[in-house]
């Protein structure tokens, strides 16, 4: 099923073209956004059930960017009628345009709008309202106390969280319509031994509805049995390994490691080591890097929050670092072509160069001949975080679990917890095999430094590489 419109977008429409319609009458170049968005979260654990309503996928308004000859204003509201057009017209000419004084401020040209008009939908199997809130917890009941059943388990966390948005683009060519929904789920699975707690975290997303919580359900089993495992685990000694890792792991790397290097935005602050590289070989020969929306994944839609069509970015093809992401306004202080990265994290909010599913095309290998390959290594799995520095291309992250692998065998031992960290393009350049299946999560979500949230997915295939763990 497609998903559907949005009422309060397709009532007030006829507005919002009349109010662009009054600001090309002084501005080369006008434009609107307009945001309909609803999103719930749901979890169960020892501690009971919880149901909300997200504020950062909930928010219903708009936001109006104009070219006054050199720069742009925004202006950003909730209230439409035509009376408030004539007052937004107003304000923009009288108030916003003239703001900052005599602060210098950068020139742009005026942006291409070439013609496009559609109206698109995502699909989905089940709607997470038409299904409810108490079918949903008592699914999350389930799966909580299917994980609860072995006494060494302390708790059984479980959730899901979905978002359904509606956007219309306008401009004087312009005309675009989207809704989406995506739904995601995760488990969070604490192991108890005397005074030591192990925790284990596992979840899935996709691009549709909460059909997801069967894929949760049926991930408990395991996601238990890896919580006790690792009551066993062990600190790792400090060195370089020969690693696999598994496509979640490939996905934090993917994601820290280069997707924050390629955010044009940082070019133009010259922030960003990567700016010095194109052209160059920054990988094996065997990584080819994406962005955008080649796959179906949470971050997943046909217009950015600029109106510029969504598009597949290839980061790095064969090795060479090709093309960074940009949303429209890096492009133009860059001379670059807009690659359909322009997101916000709300309405109310600035326009910033994000990823959306970032990942490594796989390989050809076989993950069982990864494995066999390695006389004295490790098995990657389970990343919990992630630090970049794009300016020095440093990358730090933490990894749950490391299993052993010996004489082309694993061993059972686990060491936990990993610190991954090197140089961004010595990794890259040492991976030597590729599985040849890949897999993105889009559970998270991405901070630009440490605000402006937007939803993203990551992943890839398995990969081996030379890794410093500690």
Same mark, same amino acid.
């Given at each position: 099923?497609?998903?559907?419109?949005?009422?309060?977008?397709?009532?007030?429409?006829?507005?919002?073209?009349?109010?662009?319609?009054?600001?090309?009458? /002084?501005?080369?170049?006008?434009?609107?956004?307009?945001? /309909?968005? $609803?999103?719930?979260?749901?979890?169960?654990?020892?501690?009971?059930?919880?149901?909300?309503?997200?504020?950062?996928?909930?928010?219903?308004? $708009?936001?109006?960017?104009?070219?006054?000859?050199? !720069?742009?204003?925004?202006?950003?509201?909730?209230?439409?009628?035509?009376?408030?057009?004539?007052?937004?017209?107003?304000?923009?000419?009288?108030?916003?345009?003239?703001?900052?004084?005599?602060?210098?401020?950068?020139?742009?040209?005026?942006?291409?709008?070439?013609?496009?008009?559609?109206?698109?939908?995502?699909?989905?199997?089940?709607?997470?309202?038409? &299904?409810?809130?108490?079918?949903?917890?008592?699914?999350?009941?389930?799966?909580?106390?299917?994980?609860?059943?072995?006494?060494?388990?302390?708790?059984?966390?479980?959730? !899901?969280?979905?978002?359904?948005?509606?956007?219309?683009? =306008?401009?004087?060519?312009?005309?675009?319509?989207?809704?989406?929904?995506?739904?995601?789920?995760?488990?969070?699975?604490?192991?108890?031994?005397?005074?030591?707690?192990?925790?284990?975290?596992?979840? /899935?997303?996709?691009?549709?509805?909460?059909?997801?919580?069967?894929?949760?359900?049926?991930? +408990?089993?395991?996601?238990?049995?890896?919580?006790?495992?690792?009551?066993?685990?062990?600190?790792?000694?400090?060195?370089?390994?020969? !690693?696999?890792?598994?496509?979640?792991?490939?996905?934090?790397?993917?994601?820290?490691? $280069?997707?924050?290097? +390629?955010?044009?935005?940082?070019?133009?602050?010259?922030?960003? &080591?990567?700016?010095?590289?194109?052209?160059?070989?920054?990988?094996?020969?065997?990584?080819?890097?994406?962005?955008?929306?080649?796959?179906?994944?949470?971050?997943?839609? $046909?217009?950015?929050?600029?109106?510029?069509?969504?598009?597949?970015?290839?980061?790095?093809?064969?090795?060479?670092?090709?093309?960074?992401?940009?949303?429209?306004?890096?492009?133009?202080? &860059?001379?670059?072509?807009?690659?359909?990265?322009?997101?916000?994290?709300?309405?109310?909010?600035?326009?910033?160069?994000?990823?959306?599913?970032?990942?490594?095309?796989?390989?050809?290998?076989?993950?069982?001949?990864?494995?066999?390959?390695?006389?004295?290594?490790?098995?990657?799995?389970?990343?919990?975080?992630?630090?970049?520095?794009?300016?020095?291309?440093?990358?730090?992250?933490?990894?749950?679990?490391?299993?052993?692998?010996?004489?082309?065998?694993?061993?059972?031992?686990?060491?936990?917890?990993?610190?991954?960290?090197?140089?961004?393009?010595?990794? =890259?350049?040492?991976?030597?095999?590729?599985?040849?299946?890949?897999?993105?999560?889009?559970?998270?979500?991405?901070?630009?430094?440490?605000?402006?949230?937007?939803? +993203?997915? /990551?992943?890839?295939?398995?990969?081996?590489?030379?890794?410093?763990?500690?």
């Amino acid at each position: 099923m497609k998903v559907k419109d949005s009422n309060y977008i397709r009532e007030n429409k006829p507005l919002f073209k009349e109010l662009v319609s009054e600001l090309l009458k /002084d501005y080369k170049y006008a434009s609107v956004l307009v945001n /309909d968005s $609803f999103g719930k979260s749901y979890s169960v654990s020892k501690t009971g059930a919880n149901v909300g309503e997200r504020g950062i996928y909930t928010a219903k308004g $708009f936001v109006v960017k104009v070219y006054d000859g050199g !720069c742009y204003a925004e202006y950003s509201g909730n209230e439409i009628s035509e009376t408030e057009i004539d007052k937004i017209v107003k304000f923009i000419k009288t108030e916003l345009v003239s703001m900052g004084g005599d602060i210098e401020k950068s020139q742009y040209p005026v942006p291409t709008d070439e013609p496009v008009t559609f109206q698109k939908s995502t699909d989905y199997e089940i709607d997470p309202v038409e &299904l409810g809130d108490e079918a949903i917890i008592e699914k999350l009941t389930a799966v909580h106390k299917q994980g609860m059943k072995d006494e060494r388990i302390l708790n059984c966390g479980v959730m !899901c969280q979905f978002q359904k948005y509606s956007k219309l683009f =306008l401009s004087a060519n312009k005309d675009l319509e989207q809704n989406v929904m995506w739904a995601s789920g995760a488990l969070f699975v604490n192991s108890k031994r005397g005074d030591e707690v192990k925790e284990y975290y596992t979840s /899935d997303s996709n691009l549709g509805g909460v059909e997801i919580l069967d894929t949760i359900l049926s991930r +408990v089993d395991d996601a238990a049995h890896v919580a006790i495992e690792l009551l066993d685990s062990e600190p790792i000694k400090p060195g370089v390994y020969e !690693c696999v890792c598994d496509p979640a792991t490939t996905g934090m790397i993917v994601h820290e490691a $280069f997707g924050h290097g +390629v955010e044009m935005d940082m070019f133009v602050k010259d922030r960003a &080591l990567a700016k010095k590289f194109v052209g160059e070989y920054v990988a094996s020969a065997l990584v080819t890097m994406h962005d955008g929306n080649a796959v179906d994944q949470t971050a997943t839609y $046909f217009f950015d929050d600029e109106g510029t069509v969504s598009s597949d970015t290839v980061i790095i093809d064969k090795g060479v670092l090709v093309s960074g992401i940009s949303d429209l306004q890096s492009a133009m202080a &860059l001379g670059t072509k807009p690659t359909g990265n322009g997101r916000r994290e709300s309405y109310k909010r600035k326009a910033y160069t994000r990823m959306t599913n970032t990942y490594f095309e796989p390989g050809k290998d076989k993950v069982e001949d990864m494995i066999a390959s390695i006389k004295d290594g490790l098995l990657l799995e389970n990343p919990e975080s992630g630090m970049e520095d794009p300016k020095n291309w440093g990358i730090q992250c933490m990894v749950n679990i490391a299993r052993e692998i010996k004489d082309g065998k694993l061993t059972g031992k686990i060491f936990s917890p990993i610190v991954l960290t090197g140089y961004v393009p010595d990794l =890259l350049k040492s991976i030597s095999m590729m599985s040849d299946t890949k897999k993105l999560d889009g559970a998270g979500m991405c901070g630009k430094g440490y605000k402006e949230w937007v939803k +993203v997915s /990551d992943g890839g295939p398995y990969i081996k590489a030379n890794i410093r763990l500690g």
